[in-house]
């Protein structure tokens, strides 16, 4: 303890650093304990005025790149959120010998591969456990727990925001749109949500990790993303009828042909773990060949959890650990699967006139197709009994198929005269 | 890549033993990246006869002290079991400036301080991954994903046999004796089961939790143990009536007054993660000042998830990871809190005679020592009409109190001429 400290500088002031500042203080014996000597805050960068919260004698700057050339700087800390300034701070960072942190999960998934490669040149640090479940350590399990294991699958909750509206659709009967206002005004979704009902972000993490798992490169541009704004509580009651709870998942599968990357709402069986991970929590599931399943659970979001990863990264650089078990870009031949590729089971939700032979005629398209079904509920009455053209939801989930066999199959069932509106399709899996 | 190997001897050759031979073999090149160098096996021991397993080249001996004595190797993998024997390799390998890693639970729980003081003092690494929870890498969780935490309380599944039968009782109405007999025939428990059914290995894991958890000592004499023989089929009942699952915990929570340490069943409620974590399976949940509630789910026993623990502590060391986070036994003022000072609800289960008042008189026991009642379940039949003594059981579930007023209140309840005979009584947590 007695080692010289391990310097760093703070770029951003928002809630994540402002958690990360009141961390720092609050547990500051047993985090030198733990790493070894003390981290010392030099310098904190803030574009905007500075609040009133407790620097811990750091200096202050509006000029957020002034931070990163003190000399005395070990570490920089980026926190900026948003994406080009963020992007060259880190690049900036790296080239002038400081290790790296961040929690900022779009410039990895787009630019990790370079942060990765400039910090192994020069020996380095770039650490993210932050940027992926918050305050789960779920970059520690690949990279560290898991360092053993091929990683055969990863499943996750990644999104709370997604997670807290499919539980409130599901529990309290919202509709989307309600649980989505609801989120807003809880602070769990951004007045502009598309990043996180879209699946954008999601799809941000499960790039990241699925780099870490596999060795591959951060190939967000090839990561099949669907958000969950299309979903209906007859959806969610559907499936809850069959047995299953609808999640947002990110899904990451290696196969021999390569890796499947894909976001999507995903129907689960009710009594798998996942199932029952509520609300803006988050969960990852990695199965790998030794561990076997193993699940991790936890806030995926808040100041509290996130600076708990951030200064996890912070202690474990100050204690050595530059990059250990980080293996993403260095299996560059993985190739991705495209979606069309993939196999999952299906959950359709064709809207049809109330007229007989229909459920046959749709039956033996997907029969045609070498499509078998697993489970069907057809209502007797229709939804809307008093309108001119009444019609009947016709709901079948398919064991599983290929993603461009029920693509065709889709076609048709869509073309089909008695079908009045777009047939829903959430693909169904059982991990297992 | 071209730096010198990690060389290893292994003694045991076991089944664990021989997970690790084979998953070193499996996955070298994975292995060799993330350690940074290649791990050699230099010598394997075993006082039994060699079976007929690849030693990747290794030396084999049926003298594990031999191993520990050779120059050439810098870790030792304890793998023998016992207690005796492998006390005195770890303390032996230790001395002549060995790493060690182990998966031997009870000579942790019994003597790790003197291993990490020995390990601290010659700075090597002592790693116990494998020590708790299997392939669930939770010892990581605390000593780095949770470094920067203030650590509340500790919650886990953390013995797979316990949890198999607890599962098997409620799910498929079966008696403790006949789950007992499935999970021997299964392998899930051993031929005398007293260890995992009667808490003793709970506690060995909980000991070490608690350590990493609060940097206090190994202190298993002071772990408050109670095992699952004594549960019935009418307790998992009355217990789903309420809203509850019988779980076998082991609970480690901090206070101004020290920590509390106890392994015993717990009725927890039915929608909590925990709750749903079913069969051999292991489950531990951290609450921290900074994260919140983090959970770990996965394997806590077989070959592959132990080998995967044991392969990551010397993937760990081998990248130069030496006891890192490690805190055990550094607080030495952290004070055991007697059960009989701990607070929790209690559900019991009275049989009564069925005659008039006898609710009423327990209840007011109860409300004489300031307990108050959370529910009750009262059979309006007896459960045996026909015997000469009809008797009823009278099911209560209390709100939180000292389990000192409680032992108070349950003798005199005991006492009770209408009480037909021993009162059942379980702790109940809601974790939040």
């Not at 931070?67 to 002038?96: F, H, S």
């Not at 808040?302 to 050595?320: F, H, K, M, R």
């Not at 196999?343 to 064709?350: A, V």
Request: proline share 4%; hydrophobic share 45%; aromatic share 6%.
């Amino acid at each position: 303890l007695n080692q010289p400290p391990l310097t760093i500088a703070i770029c951003g002031l928002g809630t994540v650093a402002q958690g990360v500042l009141a961390l720092l203080k609050r547990n500051e014996s047993l985090i030198t304990q733990r790493a070894g000597r003390p981290i010392q805050v030099a310098a904190v960068a803030s574009r905007t005025a500075r609040p009133e919260v407790d620097l811990l004698g750091a200096e202050f700057s509006t000029d957020v790149r002034s931070v990163i050339e003190k000399p005395e700087v070990d570490l920089v800390l980026e926190l900026i959120g948003g994406e080009t300034l963020a992007d060259e701070l880190v690049r900036d960072a790296l080239l002038r010998g400081k290790h790296v942190v961040t929690a900022n999960k779009a410039i990895i998934a787009h630019h990790g591969d370079d942060y990765l490669e400039l910090a192994r040149a020069r020996n380095l640090a770039f650490a993210f456990e932050s940027a992926v479940a918050g305050g789960i350590p779920v970059i520690g399990a690949l990279t560290r727990g898991l360092a053993a294991n091929q990683i055969n699958w990863i499943a996750g909750i990644i999104n709370g925001t997604s997670n807290y509206i499919l539980s409130e659709m599901a529990d309290n009967g919202q509709s989307f749109a309600a649980a989505l206002k609801q989120a807003q005004e809880l602070g769990y979704a951004e007045a502009d949500p598309t990043f996180d009902v879209g699946g954008i972000d999601a799809a941000h993490k499960l790039t990241i990790l699925a780099a870490l798992a596999f060795g591959m490169s951060m190939n967000f541009d090839a990561v099949y993303t669907e958000g969950i704004e299309a979903l209906g509580g007859d959806d969610i009651e559907y499936a809850r009828q069959l047995g299953y709870r609808i999640r947002h998942l990110g899904i990451a599968r290696r196969s021999e042909r390569g890796v499947e990357l894909r976001v999507h709402p995903t129907l689960i069986p009710q009594q798998q773990l996942l199932a029952s991970v509520d609300g803006v929590m988050n969960a990852v599931m990695f199965n790998s060949d030794a561990a076997g399943d193993t699940l991790y659970y936890g806030a995926g979001a808040g100041a509290g959890p996130t600076a708990s990863a951030v200064v996890a990264d912070l202690i474990d650089i100050a204690a050595g650990g530059a990059q250990r078990g980080v293996v993403a870009g260095q299996s560059p031949t993985v190739d991705v699967i495209p979606v069309e590729q993939t196999q999952s089971g299906f959950y359709l939700n064709i809207p049809s006139l109330d007229q007989p032979g229909v459920f046959a005629r749709a039956a033996t398209i997907l029969s045609d197709h070498g499509i078998s079904i697993d489970a069907v509920i057809q209502k007797e009455h229709p939804a809307q009994p008093d309108t001119e053209h009444a019609w009947v939801p016709i709901v079948i989930l398919t064991h599983p198929v290929s993603e461009g066999v029920m693509n065709d199959a889709m076609a048709q069932l869509q073309a089909m005269p008695e079908v009045v509106d777009t047939i829903k399709r959430i693909r169904v899996e059982h991990f297992g």
